[in-house]
């Protein structure tokens, strides 16, 4: 069993900066993917940025340039790095952890982005 501990959400300014970070414990596994999705209020859930233990990202096209996801792979955590945050970014996000078989979800963090 993999356990995610989701931090650094909160209340941030249009144009500000949020950093999230994700810590993965348990039972995990050299070849995984973490990631972040968000999920606003009525919204479909939607991939942000993902990244696997080799470091190979991805990027939903419209945080590309501004979103910055990276890993370490030794302490087991991700980290999303949020630049010029716009207000319609207002959402849960969540830590995902895949391997193999295996899939694994952090209960969410909150992120407002308002003035």
């Known amino acids: 069993q993999v356990q995610l501990e989701e931090s650094g959400g909160g209340l941030v300014q249009p144009g500000g900066s949020l950093r999230l970070s994700c810590a993965a414990s348990?039972?995990?596994?050299?070849?995984?993917?973490m990631g972040w999705y968000r999920q606003a209020p009525g919204k479909e859930r939607e991939l942000v940025a993902s990244i696997t233990n080799g470091g190979n990202t991805h990027y939903a096209d419209s945080v590309k340039g501004r979103f910055v996801i990276s890993r370490d792979n030794a302490k087991h955590t991700a980290t999303l790095q949020m630049n010029s945050l716009k207000p319609e970014e207002t959402a849960v996000y969540f830590c995902?952890?895949?391997?193999?078989?295996?899939?694994?979800w952090g209960q969410g963090t909150q992120v407002t982005v308002s003035s």
């Open positions: 995902v952890y895949y391997s193999g078989s295996h899939e694994y």
């Open positions: 348990g039972s995990t596994f050299s070849l995984n993917t």
